[in-house]
């Protein structure tokens, strides 16, 4: 059903549990994603495949659909000869798909739609997003993300998922970005150890998202799940706001070759340590399905 309260009240009421990958669920329904668009293609070749993938894990007990936009950009789009008045189209769907999966599921549970903004290298389609450090300035980044956050924001989600930020420096820029859209946001990055991908502290990450009023949650996401439960108990204390998390399986992407490598270090038995260091938007990144976030809904339910 439609939401009567905002997230933000959710999450100072208690834990949300969010989707799982949408590239994974999209590829165990037998989509092909060999693409630098990657789902985001979908929205222009088979727009019912995203809203189904939403609806599996809403009824696997997600409360937050995280939209299919991570790779929908204007820059990418223009490479693959998509004007730039139908890109604004396919971004706004991106939106619409989620909330029509919220429609069909039915349920008497409050729903959330959030719309993804993915990081510059995630464009770029090279792997670049594990790395950061892209030589590029803060006010670059800014003009790169302003103009899709706008789109994004105008097609009225609850909330922008700024996530898997692999750089401060794209952090600043971002929430410089979302500043005056009306929508509030979550930061997440995506972490090794108790660093960002291009290496920062998180202290000084994510003291960054401090004192920005648009920012309801931060967090972690696209990292394993090991990295969690410390980046988790970081955010909470240097920020004072609700921890959001949502790890990989663990598994490991290999840009070249574009597959997963490794083998699964994800378990539901991890999901109450992360809600004890300050967690309260839980779910699962890429290669967790629905069956991990039914698992993870299980657990907080269980809490």
Request: charged letters at 20%; hydrophobic letters at 45%.
């Amino acid at each position: 059903m439609t939401s009567t309260i905002t997230l933000a009240e959710a999450l100072a009421a208690g834990t949300v549990v969010l989707d799982g990958g949408m590239s994974n669920q999209l590829e165990s329904a037998g989509h092909d994603l060999s693409d630098e668009l990657w789902s985001a293609r979908l929205l222009a070749e088979q727009p019912e495949a995203v809203t189904e993938a939403h609806l599996a894990y809403f009824r696997a007990g997600a409360d937050v659909a995280i939209t299919a936009s991570y790779q929908a950009t204007f820059e990418g789009f223009a490479k693959r000869g998509i004007a730039r008045e139908r890109a604004a189209e396919l971004m706004a769907l991106s939106v619409e798909s989620a909330r029509e999966a919220a429609r069909r599921a039915r349920v008497p549970r409050p729903l959330w739609v959030a719309a993804s903004a993915g990081p510059y290298g995630a464009m770029l389609a090279d792997g670049s997003e594990y790395r950061g450090r892209y030589g590029l300035s803060v006010d670059e980044l800014e003009r790169f993300h302003r103009p899709r956050l706008e789109v994004l924001a105008a097609a009225g989600p609850d909330v922008l998922a700024l996530e898997t930020v692999p750089d401060a420096d794209e952090a600043a820029a971002l929430l410089r970005a979302v500043r005056g859209l009306g929508v509030p946001a979550w930061l997440t990055y995506s972490v090794a150890g108790g660093r960002t991908r291009a290496g920062q502290p998180l202290e000084e990450a994510f003291a960054l998202a401090a004192e920005a009023d648009e920012v309801i949650a931060v967090g972690v996401n696209c990292c394993a799940p090991q990295d969690v439960e410390g980046a988790a108990a970081t955010a909470a204390r240097v920020t004072g706001k609700p921890v959001v998390v949502y790890p990989n399986s663990g598994e490991t992407w290999d840009a070249g070759a574009r597959a997963w490598t490794g083998r699964s270090t994800f378990t539901v038995g991890q999901v109450k340590g992360w809600q004890q260091a300050g967690a309260r938007l839980i779910g699962g990144c890429c290669r967790v399905g629905p069956d991990g976030v039914a698992g993870i809904a299980k657990a907080l339910e269980a809490a």
